[in-house]
Every structure is written in C-alpha cells, then in structure tokens.
C-alpha cells in the first residue's frame, strides 16, 4: 500500500518541489510545524460531540482562533463551521438573508455580482435563495459604478446586498472600494466580501475597515492549510456587530448565534485542521502576517515586471501595478496557439500550469504567494519568456503550426526515450529546453481534452 501511495504521489507535481502558480487559489507552502498536530493523537482522537469539559484544550484553540480572525478581518463575531469556501459563501449570504427577514424585509432578495466575480459566488447566492444581477465591468476590470448605482436605484426595495471579491478576480485593487460599498448601504443593504483574496489584504486593511458588514475566509488559502484534492477545508464567516446574533448555530451544541441557521453537522465544522491554521498564526504573529501580505504583493509585481515586457498584461491599476496576482494574456495568439497547450509546455519546464482561461478567456492567471524564492520566480520567468520565443517561432513560420514543442507538450519520458524520433525539433528542446530545468515527468502526453467530454465511449465487460 504505502509503494502504491507513493507511485500515485510522483504522479502529481506538487509543492514541495516546484512552484505551483495557480492564480485566485493562493496555493501557498505548508510549513512542516503547522502539519506535526495533526498526528497527536489529543488532535486526532477528539470526537465532535465529546463533552465540553473533556476538550478544553481544543475550545481554548477555537476561541483564540475566532478571536483572531474576527481582529484580523475588522469583525465583532465569527463562526468556524462552514466546511469550505463556497459553503462560507452560502453561510454568509444565509447569515444577511436572515438578518433582512428579521428586520421585516424579506422581499430583499436580490444580490448583485460584478462579472469578474468567481463561479462560486452567483451559485451560492442562488442557493440562499436569492435573485442574482451581474453588474458589469470596465476596461480597466474595476466594477463600472455607474451601471453599480444604476442597479442599486432600480432595486433599492429589494436589494439584499452586494457580493464582491476584493483584490478583484482581476488582480487589481478596486480603486472605488469604498464608494461602492457606500452605495449600497444608501438603499438598505449589506457588502458580502469574498475572503477568496484575503492573502493581499491581512495586516494592510480589512473588510471590516473598508466598511464590509460579512466576509468568508479560506483557511485553505490565505491561513496555510493544504489546498486541493477535494479534501475538508475550513471556510470562516466573520461578521459585523449587527449579524452576531445571526450566526450559525447548531442544534446539539451551544454556538453561534440566537437567530442563525445550523450549517454543519459538526458545531465547529472540519476542527481537525484548525491547528494548521493556529500554528501559522501564532508563529508569525501581526507583523509576520503583514509581511506574508507584503511579500505576496511584491512577489506578483516582480513576476509582472519581467514579464510585461513579453507578454500583455491585463488590469494594473493607475500606477501599472497588479495585486497579489496578475493575468496574462494570450489572445493575440489565439489563432495559432491555444492557451492550454502553453499551459501543457510548462510541464516541460517542470510548473504546474497557472490557472487557465479564468476570469478572461485565453489568458493565464498567476499567482506566487509569499512562498516562492526570487530563484524559483526567476525560474518561472525564464520558462515564460523561452516559451515566448517558442510562440514567436510558431508566428512567423519558423516551426510548424501542427508539429512544434507546444503543440506536442507535454512531453512524457517514453515519448523521449523511445527508439524512433521523428519530430523536427531536438528531444532536448521537447524535455530541457532549459539548462536549469528543474525536471518533472508527465505521466502521460497530450488528450483532447473537450473530446472526452463530448463522447462518451461506453465499454462492454463480458
């Protein structure tokens, strides 16, 4: 079992050896101290419903937790039990929805999205059973506030509130943040901020601050718990004085608020990997959070200042700046070069793709996190830019459209160890194209992708 686990491991690139840039998931390295509890066996023996004088220990950890994130974020109140992000999201829109029944409006129902929003957002506010309307964004990827005003006015009645992601989808901080949030408190309702990219604002500014009334957080994000594979994730509300009362409760235990609804089985959701969270925490203290903001913010400005200059790069602000991420535009290519197949040569380089044609088609979206070393940034850039030249020789006729070490990414180790070569490039250029390539072997060369999708093949057993 464990030499099965262990093949299925080296599968997969993963982030303990190489840097895996995918924008909006703040994918960041999990330090070994944060993971060590997760074994103790006071942890990992604790059953969700054990009595409350035999978990001390574990209650005291919550509190202090709560109490952290609830000053981390600028809120009176929070509540750990929601199991993930989007079910935060669900959570924190539930929490407003209430807040509004109570006050004796429950006709406002309606929640307003900017179009960069994450998928997630309109899904949730349509399963709290509100009334999603996409406000529209510029050409600088900020909400157009006016078309914002134009639809707070035309819903005054019936607006529950706006769900905005702050940095933006788009990488950029919205530079009308506060009046757009003040214009939806002028007809009665409330700011939902999406946490989703809460790894720019920790220690520099807070939803709370900016005058936000509910936040979600990922713990899986910005607080250090490992992302990905599907597994339990914690996705915290935080809210203001006004919505503690609404807060989730749970019908077996005494938590939350009077007037919440219950969100989890368990009354503290996924505890069992709260302590990645607190040690992270507690190690680094305010001001080691506020440099992990810092550091992602400058590391995604470096990426972005090598690499402009071979690449568009879509929505800095007035100063030419990004965020915490950025996204990079390949539509300029579009017609000879698919935005996957550039995502599937960085195999060869030995990345993990950024993010993929999300929130603008064609494009990738990248994000370094705190994490990365400016030699592992470096080896990215010099990926990104050989890959560049790949795309130029494509352009102009020097590599054929069809047969060319993009098209043909990845490159798996039987492709090129196998006895018979024939492509018209060297297997060199197909496997290291980089002298310092740090090298990982995909498992498996290109598939069509949509195809499997669209045809079904049905296999017969005997």
């Known amino acids: 079992m464990m030499r099965y686990i262990k093949m299925l491991e080296e599968k997969d690139l993963s982030l303990n050896r190489a840097m ?28 969700p419903f054990v009595p409350a004088d035999q978990a001390q220990g574990y209650l005291e950890m919550i509190r202090d937790i709560e109490h952290q994130l609830a000053v ?12 993930s992000g989007a079910f935060g999201e669900y959570s924190g829109l539930t929490v407003i929805r209430n807040y509004h029944i109570a ?38 990827g900020d909400v157009d506030i006016d078309d914002l005003k134009a639809k707070a ?30 214009i939806i408190h002028s007809v009665g309702a409330l700011v939902y ?13 807070s939803p709370g601050h900016m005058g936000a009334d509910v936040c979600h957080l990922n713990l899986h994000k910005t607080f250090a718990m490992p992302h990905g594979g ?8 935080c809210v203001s004085q006004k919505l503690v009362d609404f807060l989730p409760t749970h019908p077996v235990v005494e938590v939350g608020g009077k ?7 368990a009354p503290y959701g996924s505890a069992y990997l709260l302590p990645i969270t607190y040690g992270y925490l507690l190690m680094l203290g305010g001001e080691g959070l506020t440099d992990v903001t810092k550091h992602a913010i400058l590391n995604a400005n470096y990426l972005r200042a090598r690499l402009q200059k071979y690449y568009k790069i879509l929505y800095t602000n007035r100063n030419g700046m990004c965020g915490h991420e950025m996204i990079v535009d390949f539509n300029e290519f579009s017609l000879k070069v698919g935005v996957g197949d550039i995502a599937k040569r960085l195999m060869d380089y030995g990345f993990h793709a950024p993010t993929v044609a999300f929130p603008v088609h064609n494009t990738l979206m990248v994000e370094p996190t705190e994490s990365e070393p400016l030699s592992e940034m470096d080896r990215f850039c010099d990926a990104m830019i050989a890959i560049r030249q790949e795309i130029d020789d494509i352009m102009t006729g020097k590599s054929d459209e069809k047969n060319n070490p993009i098209a043909n990414a990845p490159h ?20 290291f194209p980089q002298p310092h390539c740090e090298k990982y072997w995909p498992t498996i060369s290109k598939i069509d992708d949509a195809y499997g999708d669209r045809n079904l093949q049905a296999v017969w057993a005997e």
């Open 412 to 431: 798996t180790m039987q492709v090129v160890c196998a006895d018979e070569w024939d492509r018209p490039y060297s297997r060199q250029k197909a496997a």
């Open 193 to 205: 901020m999406d946490g989703a990219n809460m790894n720019a604002q920790v220690g520099l500014t």
């Open 230 to 237: 599907g597994g339990p994730g914690v996705g915290p509300i």
């Open 153 to 182: 006015e035309q819903y005054k009645d019936t607006l529950s509130c706006l769900m905005i992601t702050y940095p933006s989808t788009h990488g950029a901080f919205e530079e009308g943040i506060l009046d757009i949030i003040n």
């Open 20 to 47: 895996i840039p995918l924008g909006s998931c703040t994918m960041k390295l999990n330090a070994a101290a944060e993971m060590m509890p997760l074994s103790w066996s006071k942890f990992a023996g604790m059953h």
């Open 259 to 265: 007037k919440g609804n219950t969100m989890a089985a």
């Open 72 to 83: 981390i974020t600028g809120f009176a109140g929070c509540s750990l039990q929601p199991n």
């Open 103 to 140: 006050n004796g409006q429950p006709q406002r129902n309606v929640c307003l999205i900017p179009a960069s929003a994450h998928g997630t957002n309109p899904a949730s506010a349509a399963k709290a059973g509100m009334t999603v309307v996409v406000v529209k964004c510029n050409d600088k």
